[in-house]
């Protein structure tokens, strides 16, 4: 069984100031791929970056980075230049690449608020 | 590209009626789907997937009865709520993939109220 860990509720920025959003996850694969979400109120889910289980190099988008610890099962977002449309509820999430697995596991989310 | 459409994007149905909502792949074929349903304030929580021409795999505790879903193509899924409750009253997600990608593509949600 897959499980995601975020222990954020939630957390709060000062707008251009970088936050890290924290992700611990626990599974029995050796291949798996991690991912995060943005929900913003609208409801509508954002993908905003991946990394593969053997990817070397932590994953880069924009102003989006995933700071991934293989040994310590944590795969946090980075988000540097915080802005007032990156508040936001984010999820966590990771899948299965073995058997070609396709559910999403997601964890409970951190709502984020980014102030001036 | 990658664009998944859901319609409506909110309903409100009385107790005992049944409501469709349809997710639609409107660039790319979906060789899978599936459904997931959010409480407020809470995480996504995945009903079922389903694959094109074939019967969907629901998760533990949804009842199939309640939550009909139907693949019928590879660019739609609907998920019909039937005898709709109260207690049915959630966020309705979709998502789709192809075999292709590892990338989940989700649509913007519909929003069931049963009054």
């Known amino acids: 069984a897959q499980k995601i860990t975020q222990t954020q509720p939630g957390m709060f920025v000062q707008e251009k100031e970088a936050v890290t959003l924290d992700c611990t996850y626990d599974?029995?694969?050796?291949?798996?791929?991690l991912f995060w979400y943005k929900q913003p109120s609208s409801g509508e889910m954002i993908f905003l970056i991946y990394?593969?289980?053997?990817?070397?190099q932590n994953a880069t988008e924009g102003r989006y980075s995933l700071n991934f610890q293989k040994a310590r099962k944590s795969a946090n977002l980075v988000i540097s230049a915080s802005q007032l449309g990156d508040s936001a509820m984010y999820f966590c999430?990771?899948?299965?690449?073995?058997?070609?697995?396709?559910?999403?596991?997601f964890g409970t989310g951190t709502q984020l608020k980014v102030e001036l | 590209g990658a664009v998944v459409s859901q319609h409506p994007s909110w309903v409100i149905c009385k107790s005992g009626t049944s409501v469709k909502i349809e997710c639609r792949s409107l660039?790319?074929?979906?060789?899978?789907m599936f459904w997931y349903r959010q409480f407020p304030k809470q995480s996504l929580m995945l009903m079922a997937t389903s694959n094109e021409g074939s019967k969907a795999t629901y998760e533990q505790g949804v009842e199939k009865d309640k939550f009909l879903i139907n693949h019928a193509s590879l660019t739609l899924s609907t998920l019909t709520v039937t005898s709709a409750h109260p207690e049915d009253s959630s966020f309705y997600i979709c998502?789709?993939?192809?075999?292709?990608?590892?990338?989940?593509?989700f649509g913007p949600g519909t929003r069931l109220t049963v009054t």
């Open positions: 990394q593969g289980s053997y990817d070397e």
């Open positions: 660039d790319f074929q979906a060789t899978t």
């Open positions: 599974t029995s694969d050796q291949s798996y791929g």
């Open positions: 998502s789709a993939r192809t075999s292709r990608s590892y990338e989940q593509y």
């Open positions: 999430a990771m899948r299965s690449l073995t058997g070609g697995g396709n559910k999403l596991t």
